[in-house]
């Protein structure tokens, strides 16, 4: 982010009626968004990871996918491709784009680690052999260019793990030599410090499926076609030596978390017990990790937790049984997470946000000016979000490892019972401020009952530093961070106590009990209090004392954790001049660009600092949203100024249909991953629009 440039003069004072129309403008785009069902949900954009598995699943169990679907597919993957001609792991393409075989610039990360638009090896082998298994031709100039960036940088042998094991199911690539995956695992004690349930909810599923996958060395059966593309993506030959004397390297433009001295340790271990697993054993612990599998399936309607992990359970289903009967069933639940049309083709997203952004337009609008269009899209909304709630607990849950989930919110729709501590928090808010102002429904106003139920369930999910996690409460030993077997990824094998996670439940928290006051029981009252104050109390310790901002986790980056932080500790009774108000009025402020907005770039989160933008690059809208509507709650006096020019800058990018332009992809998980949350940009600017008119 761009220090202490010089600030213009400040601009006129903004004409209410002009920021009113734009408001109203804004309205409308939502009204234009709105689901019939009364939610709003925006395309989670991830890459093309997703929809290349899908291939190679379909592939493998012999399912043909329809020729319209196919051409949709490559659509797709054409829209996808960076300038070198391969895949990567950002979404964000260059404003003008021209795909061709360029050779790969200087990365500016550590390691070499390929940048927002340059390939990733383990995407662009994934592009290649997806496009390949649909029936594209490998002298199309979209496959060659591929080809050739794939042999360019070392070809398959430097995969990242997760790629090995993909090619492994096609044949192209020894299982033997993937890093150990073991199921035998799932045979300890539930006590044990390495028994998979501590881990991370997608890494304990997705470990689930890929140690099936590994145990039974599950593999598509020879073809033609296989054959071909392994003499494409091996012109050298298959060499069982070279993938012995390779095994430990992984291209550095996929390489975030380097394998260290005892992950290499446990591998090595893990490769000499594999060989003396007793047969009955190996098939005891695919029995066991069998019945998690089904549990999965069955307790989500097929959908599962996301559709990585959904994915490698229908292989793990065809490898069991190709003709099991419901086969097909768990492949239709692959098509919960598809996004679809002519224009850009078949993507699968990592995420639907259907609570998640239905709760933040929700907030927006209660802040905004008395207008009937506000109270008529929030009540269509409250009709939907309480229905979205889980009522009871997952039947079965603890003997596979769910925590309570009676009382909870998830982050995709009512059809996903995977509930989450910070979407609980933001629903309950929304549904509690829509009814301070007379809009919520009626029919479906959320009860005292399943309101502290929803108080319940965020408690449950704090953690004994006082910050919150997301599905559930660490329950692994940090210790576990030097084990991470997905080198791509950084930050993945534990719940972590996250900035934005416990501000959320704290403000969440904090609005329940005022709104509860006398019906909250006296236990539960001490109780929120007690999980507040320690809360407030992360939150002040995880502020950086240099900057006084705070990194976000899940979004990139200062302006994203600040702006959680802030609403944080204001809900829970910090004054305005309170010093860590103060530090992170004071950071934004300073932060502010010629423009009036705002903007960092993601590369910050990779390494935990702040990245500036270019100074010839505009700032960008939803950061700016973020950061004006902090300065309105923090510092509305103080940051009057910024607080006008930041506004002005939205009011100037705003499209005549009332939205705003994409600019830059600004959600991210696992440090690496980059999503581009596609409502985020209707939302957060109306929001800032909203609390602007309503103060």
């Not at 139920?453 to 576990?480: H, K, P």
Request: hydrophobic share 40%; with cysteine; proline share 7%.
């Amino acid at each position: 982010m761009t220090h202490a440039q010089p600030i213009p003069d400040a601009p006129p004072s903004l004409d209410r009626d002009a920021v009113l129309d734009g408001y109203r403008r804004a309205l409308d785009a939502l009204d234009a968004a709105q689901q019939d069902k009364g939610a709003w949900a925006g395309e989670a954009i991830w890459n093309p990871m997703l929809i290349c598995q899908y291939v190679i699943c379909m592939h493998v169990v012999g399912r043909e996918i329809p020729a319209d679907r196919k051409a949709r597919i490559r659509r797709s993957l054409e829209l996808q491709r960076k300038v070198d001609g391969g895949w990567g792991m950002h979404p964000d393409l260059p404003p003008s784009q021209e795909p061709g075989p360029h050779a790969l610039p200087g990365s500016p990360l550590p390691g070499g680690l390929a940048g927002k638009y340059e390939s990733w090896l383990f995407h662009t082998l994934l592009g290649y052999v997806a496009l390949r298994l649909i029936g594209e031709d490998p002298n199309d100039p979209l496959l060659a260019d591929a080809l050739a960036w794939i042999h360019a940088h070392g070809g398959p042998y430097h995969s990242p793990t997760w790629g090995r094991a993909w090619l492994a199911l096609l044949g192209l690539y020894p299982w033997e030599q993937v890093q150990p995956l073991l199921p035998e695992l799932w045979l300890l004690p539930d006590e044990s410090p390495m028994h998979p349930r501590r881990l991370y909810c997608h890494m304990r599923l997705i470990y689930l499926g890929l140690s099936y996958l590994w145990g039974a060395h599950v593999q598509a059966k020879r073809s033609p076609l296989l054959d071909a593309l392994r003499d494409e993506l091996y012109p050298e030959g298959w060499d069982p030596e070279r993938f012995a004397a390779t095994r430990d390297e992984i291209a550095p433009t996929d390489l975030y978390e380097p394998v260290g001295a005892a992950l290499q340790w446990v591998f090595s271990g893990a490769r000499v017990l594999a060989k003396a697993v007793p047969g009955p054993i190996r098939r005891r612990a695919l029995d066991r990790a069998w019945e998690h599998i089904q549990y999965e399936f069955r307790s989500t309607d097929w959908v599962c937790l996301s559709p990585v992990n959904g994915m490698l359970f229908c292989l793990a289903t065809w490898s069991r049984d190709p003709s099991y009967p419901e086969l097909d069933r768990a492949l239709a639940g692959i098509e919960y997470w598809f996004w679809e049309d002519e224009e850009e083709g078949l993507r699968i997203c990592g995420a639907r946000s259907d609570i998640w952004d239905t709760s933040f337009v929700i907030q927006a609008l209660c802040e905004g000016p008395e207008l009937d269009a506000a109270a008529q899209l929030v009540g269509r909304a409250t009709a939907w979000l309480p229905t979205a709630q889980l009522r009871a607990d997952i039947p079965g849950g603890r003997q596979h490892y769910r925590d309570p989930a009676r009382g909870g919110w998830g982050f995709a729709n009512e059809h996903h019972p995977w509930p989450v501590s910070d979407c609980t928090a933001e629903a309950l808010e929304a549904l509690i401020h829509a009814g301070a102002r007379g809009w919520d429904d009626d029919d479906a106003r959320l009860g005292a009952d399943m309101r502290i139920a929803a108080v319940e369930f965020v408690l449950q999910r704090q953690n004994d530093d006082g910050g919150f996690g997301s599905y559930e409460s660490r329950r692994g030993s940090m210790a576990l961070r030097r084990f991470n077997p997905a080198e791509m990824y950084g930050n993945c094998m534990l719940e972590y106590s996250y900035v934005e996670c416990t501000a959320s439940c704290v403000r969440g928290l904090a609005v329940a009990r005022d709104a509860l006051g006398a019906r909250m029981p006296g236990a539960l009252h001490a109780r929120v209090h007690d999980a507040i104050e320690a809360g407030v109390r992360f939150l002040l310790a995880a502020q950086e004392p240099g900057t006084g901002a705070w990194p976000g986790f899940w979004g990139v980056n200062y302006t994203y954790g600040t702006f959680f932080a802030v609403s944080g500790l204001l809900a829970a009774g910090l004054d305005r001049e309170h010093v860590a108000i103060r530090r992170a009025a004071r950071f934004l402020i300073s932060r502010q660009r010629e423009d009036g907005g705002w903007g960092e770039r993601y590369e910050g989160v990779l390494e935990q600092r702040e990245r500036d933008l270019d100074p010839d690059e505009p700032s960008r809208v939803v950061q700016t949203a973020w950061a004006v509507l902090t300065l309105m709650q923090a510092a509305p006096e103080r940051g009057h100024e910024a607080i006008e020019r930041g506004v002005a800058f939205l009011l100037e990018r705003q499209l005549p249909e009332g939205g705003w332009p994409h600019d830059a992809a600004i959600g991210v998980f696992f440090n690496t991953a980059v999503l581009d949350y596609r409502l985020y940009k209707l939302a957060f600017p109306t929001w800032a629009l909203a609390r602007w008119l309503g103060q």
